[in-house]
């Protein structure tokens, strides 16, 4: 009777797991669905699911639309969980990113000063969760959607929870931590991709 109980329940979670996830996409696909703006295509847009890979493999800054401000490791740390900020520009390794896309519109994005990838520090699927950097394992906590939504901006969307790198509180100071987000179409959770190599 335990295990029945035990299996029904996992069952439920499962279930309430992929129905918040649809949910997620659907919110996300409905803001991705805007009209294309002056000099961009309808096909200059990405699915939900990222699959024309509009980045293409390299070494970028990736800067918030809000602040312009580039994703930054935290005093260019190289350990496990480092807290991934928003800072001003100083050109180091810790502000670099190499973009790879896997397939399917999957992509890694691993910092070059520590070799580590970003990803949603506990694997959280709930509002608020830190961006960290961690050592890649290939879960889809680590994995990424790039998604345009118009004007050279994009939305970094994380595979296992739908939701968006999104700057803390919309704030505008160095060190702001990242975090995940459902998309609210504010520009502290659209970014720049600068190619830099």
């Known amino acids: 009777m335990k295990i029945r109980n035990k299996l029904s329940l996992y069952f439920a979670y499962a279930f309430a797991h992929i129905l918040l996830i649809s949910c ?13 703006t002056a000099g961009e ?18 070494i970028y ?17 190289q350990a496990e969980g480092a807290v991934i900020q ?19 519109g999957n992509y890694k994005i691993t910092n070059v000063g520590s070799g580590k990838v970003v990803s949603v520090e506990g694997a959280s699927l709930a509002d608020g969760a830190r961006i960290v950097q961690y050592t890649w394992n ?13 004007a ?6 994380n595979r296992a929870s739908g939701k968006v790198i999104n700057v803390s509180g919309d704030a505008g100071w160095d060190g ?3 975090i995940q987000w459902p998309p609210s179409g504010g520009s502290n959770d659209k970014w720049y991709f600068d190619k830099l190599q």
């Open 61 to 77: 800054r990736i800067s918030v639309t809000s602040t312009g401000k580039p994703m930054d490791v935290r005093g260019s740390s």
């Open 138 to 150: 290939g879960s889809l906590h680590q994995q990424w959607w790039i998604n345009h939504v118009g």
């Open 41 to 58: 295509t309808a096909t200059g847009k990405s699915s939900l699911t990222g699959v024309d890979a509009p980045i293409a493999d390299g």
């Open 86 to 104: 928003q800072s001003q520009w100083d050109g180091g390794g810790a502000q670099k990113w190499q973009v790879t896309h896997l397939g399917d």
């Open 152 to 157: 050279g901006r994009y939305y970094l969307v």
């Open 176 to 178: 702001a931590e990242l």
């Open 24 to 36: 997620q996409r659907e919110n996300l696909e409905s803001i991705l669905e805007d009209k294309p």
